[in-house]
């Protein structure tokens, strides 16, 4: 679970600057946001997590099974953070951000202050979603670049026992003992946070 919550600690703070990125004023900004969106989320993960891993070798760069997995996981997850973010900027009047920029507040301030945070409360539910798939995710890197996560252990069990069906079995019960209750606390947020309109 530690993978997991690091990489989508990662995924939220690049996903956050890649949507600030895509409705900025600046367009040489908005078009760096939609390439990063576009060429990150059209590429399987399982190629980014072996180009990462093992693609930096050859160039001298050595990371960690553990920390490769988190930043593979945290890029990879950020555009779909990202779009979704920018889904909830969308949904502030626009008068709001114009009465920012009316009493003086830079583009940055008028996001930081004013737009995030009624941007997050309205896509609480869908970033739940996206962290529900990034627990299943976490499963890439067990099986691609043995990281000692549940997919690995079961790999592992599984050559031992040779009990296919059961070890899997176990692990797809691990899976929905994570991703139930997450998606509950998640729904329980959104119900909390959600924008009366």
Known sequence: MGLTLLAFALAFLV???????????????????AVWVECVRNTPLAVQMVLFYFGFTKL???YSAFVSAVIVLGVYTSPFLAETIRAGINTVSRGQAEAARAIGLTFPQ?????VLPQA??????PIGNIFIALIKNSSVAGGVIAVGELMRQAIL????TAQSV???????????????????????????VAVRR
């Open 15 to 33: 996903g956050t600057l890649v949507a600030a990125f895509r409705v900025s004023p600046v367009p040489p900004l908005r078009v760096a946001g």
């Open 60 to 62: 001298g760069i050595r």
């Open 110 to 114: 008028t996001l930081r202050i004013v």
């Open 120 to 125: 997050f409360r309205s896509v609480v539910g």
């Open 157 to 160: 069990l599984q050559n031992e």
């Open 166 to 192: 059961s070890v899997f079995f176990g692990i797809a019960v691990a899976y929905l003992t994570l991703t139930i209750p997450a998606g509950l606390l998640f729904g329980a947020l959104e119900r909390r």
